[in-house]
């Protein structure tokens, strides 16, 4: 299974590199009691870089590419801004008892032109097999189109998936799930209880683009980059919960069945 | 270039957990400078885990290796040991101005009964091409025979040196070189100013095998990982030289023929 704590969840967005050190502490305990009562889940964690990473990878414009420049400065600030984030969230996972086990993404990333297209598996794979928890991040990557790049969970989720062959995908946000607009801004709007992958085309101009927030496209890139997923591999599903709720991420855990958030299936 | 600072240099190794901060941020200045100094200077720093991770290590017992056990808690303690100093490392050299870019060595490492068989190379190739300055580390990896083990930084430098081709190594360490007896211990040791690879072998009885407290084999295992480097690229010479005096790495990393410490040559 693999579980993403989004970055808007674990971070407060408003104030740079601020977690949210009571929502981790009461998320990893959830996943400890989640790991206690359902022996032999084998579990990929991943986290999103909320206000550390995407201030920093904006501000030097990681994401657009720094090809042909000689200051690569910036690189190594977002770079750092993944790494003190992730830093915090495994001490308090270890501090919860999971074996956690962070694999840096961009210490073996390789991406082109905006896309994964390199990721060492065989460490994500070995975790698992000993009942490690290894944690991947939003990072950056060096990119042979773009000379860098920004790649986000959801991401790297795709990209292992056809290794690792997940049953299920559980993204833990700070929104109830996928709404027709953004539901922190705007009245009226609509929780989608469920999104089939063949239907998400006609969505997709309903999906609220101001919802974009971030470098890596926010919820309506997290829903896209789902659908790829799922569409390679079919007899899998995503969910998309509110990590808000305590008890929630424990119960998608543990029930493939539960009825919260969206449901993106093929 | 290759430059390691040393676990005792960079750690109170009487001490768990204990960083020198104010060597490391002194080391970080002199480094600045040799850069400042030296346009176009491509550097790759290491540096060990000391009290971090090797009583940790020693603990589980990682290095002997953990196949067959299905507890891996101490896999991922020693590996949190390892992330916890060179996060504390990773700060200082950003705030000396580095644009230090730590690479996770456990991130894509496999070892095969206890030698490193693989490591991405490429985020280190274009690091360097990028005037970044990458931070490798002494780190856990997986194994195929022993389940697990611990891999060196002179390890790790061992491993990339063929493709990256430096012109020298240097090991910045607490003592100023290599003796004939571990000079933090006995009366009448004597510093070995020049190591011939072709005479290593008539040399290593008269090493003192007290000097090898750590987990990785300590100076004994320093010098002949540098003696299998140089062995397969006779052009490279490696320096073992005391991190302690102020200037000296500086010196180092601007001057081949500075005199100091141990050279070791073909």
Chains 1, 2 share one sequence.
Not at 191 to 206: A, K, Q, T, Y
């Amino acid at each position: 299974m693999f579980l993403k704590l989004g970055g808007s969840l674990i971070t407060d967005k408003r104030t740079p590199q601020m977690a949210r050190d009571e929502v981790i502490r009461r998320v990893g305990r959830e996943i400890r009691e989640a790991l206690d009562q359902s022996a032999g889940l084998q579990l990929l964690l991943g986290h999103g870089s909320g206000s550390f990473g995407h201030p920093t990878a904006e501000k030097y414009s990681v994401q657009e590419g720094l090809a042909g420049s000689d200051d690569w400065w910036g690189y190594a600030e977002t770079a750092a801004m993944a790494g003190r984030l992730n830093r915090l969230v495994t001490e308090m996972l270890l501090g919860q008892g999971i074996p956690a086990l962070p694999l840096q993404p961009s210490a073996s990333a390789l991406c082109h032109d905006g896309r994964l297209v390199h990721l060492d598996v065989a460490p994500l794979q070995e975790a698992l097999k000993r009942g490690l928890v290894p944690v991947v991040y939003g990072d950056v990557s060096f990119d042979t189109v773009r000379g860098s790049a920004v790649i986000s969970t959801e991401e790297i989720f795709a990209y292992v998936a056809p290794c690792l062959q997940p049953s299920r995908v559980i993204l833990a946000a700070h929104v109830d799930g996928v709404f027709t607009a953004d539901p922190l801004r705007a009245a009226g709007t609509r929780l989608l209880p469920d999104i089939s992958v063949s239907h998400f085309g006609d969505l997709e101009s309903m999906l609220d683009a101001s919802a974009n927030t971030d470098v890596t496209g926010g919820m309506l890139g997290k829903v896209r980059a789902m659908c790829r997923l799922i569409q390679n591999q079919p007899e899998l599903t995503a969910r998309i919960i509110s990590g808000e709720r305590a008890g929630s991420i424990k119960k998608a855990l543990l029930d493939p069945d539960i009825e919260q958030g969206t449901l993106i299936h093929i």
